[in-house]
């Protein structure tokens, strides 16, 4: 089985890399840069364009077709909702795109969408805007198309939030939640079955990449993570963001690909990447059982080339 994985030059690509060569997966990675290490790491490497260029689709598809590839696993956000888009194309030519369907890539990649979808549901969630002046401070501007903290500006008063949303276009206004911050890993199959699910409490992060987290049980987020995906219809591996603080939770973001740190999960017997690879090979995945209490220290390795 040849897989193609994209944003390959991201902190997080190498336990994916190396996971899915040690399960006997011919990787090829491509990523925009061409210092990226995944090129250097992954059976074969190209430089692609980025997603937004024209030529961006037409890159993929010639790399697939020169190296056969059955399956696309998809990094970055960007190129994410660009594929959703030319799902049929890729599919007439039997490569299976391993994100979930456009309408779903859309609802996550939007973050007005996603609040919405959450009230619709009952799943608790910050108080959110998209125009209008927020009643109490502090509250967060954020992208309404954005990933990890980029572009995240804490607000305090209302002189500061005019000064701010006037420069900025395309972006929602969020009431400020502090507490312990979880992350979901899920793997569901392609009919929208989970089929593992493992939250992990982030301690520490880098450019909104967990670097330090322990994985730990909490039946009232398992419950909800696991109806935000149900209900979405998510398929192939997502993950979802939120903040504990007492008693009350609040779901903040839905991604649907592989967590910056879901090696942890793996780590503590999700089986992720070896389902997936089950569920393309048409073999039935294994159970997974989560062990708790597992914690993730990460550092930094070099490549020299």
């Given amino acids: 089985m040849t897989i193609l994985r994209t944003g390959s030059g991201s902190l997080a690509s190498a336990p994916v890399l190396t996971g899915l060569k040690s399960l006997g997966v011919r990787v090829i990675a491509v990523d925009s840069s061409p210092l990226s290490f995944g090129l250097f790491v992954a059976d074969k490497g190209y430089v692609i364009p980025k997603a937004e260029k024209s030529d961006f689709i037409d890159s ?12 696309i696993l998809p990094a970055v956000d960007e190129e994410i909702r660009v594929l959703a888009k030319n799902r049929s194309s890729f599919e007439k030519e039997g490569i299976r ?5 456009e309408n779903v890539v859309e609802t996550c990649s939007d973050k007005w969408l996603t609040y919405k979808f959450f009230k619709e549901n009952s799943i608790p969630t910050p108080i959110t805007g998209i125009d209008g002046i927020p009643q109490s401070y502090p509250v967060v501007i954020k992208p309404r198309f954005g990933r990890g903290s980029q572009g995240l500006q804490k607000i305090e008063d209302t002189e500061a939030f005019l000064f701010f949303s006037k420069r900025r ?15 979901i890993d899920i793997l569901s199959d392609f009919s929208a ?9 982030r301690l520490a992060t880098e450019s909104g990449v967990s670097v330090k987290g322990i994985v730990e049980g909490n039946k009232k987020i398992e419950g909800l993570a696991k109806k935000i995906a149900r209900t979405l219809k998510i398929t192939g591996p997502s993950n979802i963001q939120c903040f504990s603080k007492g008693d009350a939770l609040y779901f903040t973001e839905i991604n649907p690909r ?3 740190g879901f090696a942890l999960s793996e780590r503590a017997g999700a089986r992720i990447l070896e389902n997936l690879v ?28």
């Fill in 193 to 201: 079955k989970v089929i593992s699910l493992s939250p992990r409490k």
């Fill in 258 to 260: 592989l967590a910056g």
């Fill in 97 to 101: 795109l391993i994100i979930p369907e």
């Fill in 60 to 71: 993929i598809k010639k790399i697939c077709k020169k190296e056969n590839v059955d399956a």
């Fill in 169 to 183: 276009k395309d972006y929602i206004w969020q009431e400020y939640v502090e507490g312990e911050e979880f992350t």
């Fill in 278 to 305: 089950a569920l393309l090979s048409g073999v039935p995945p294994k159970r997974s059982k989560i062990k708790k209490g597992v914690i993730m220290l990460r550092y930094y390795e070099q490549i020299f080339c």
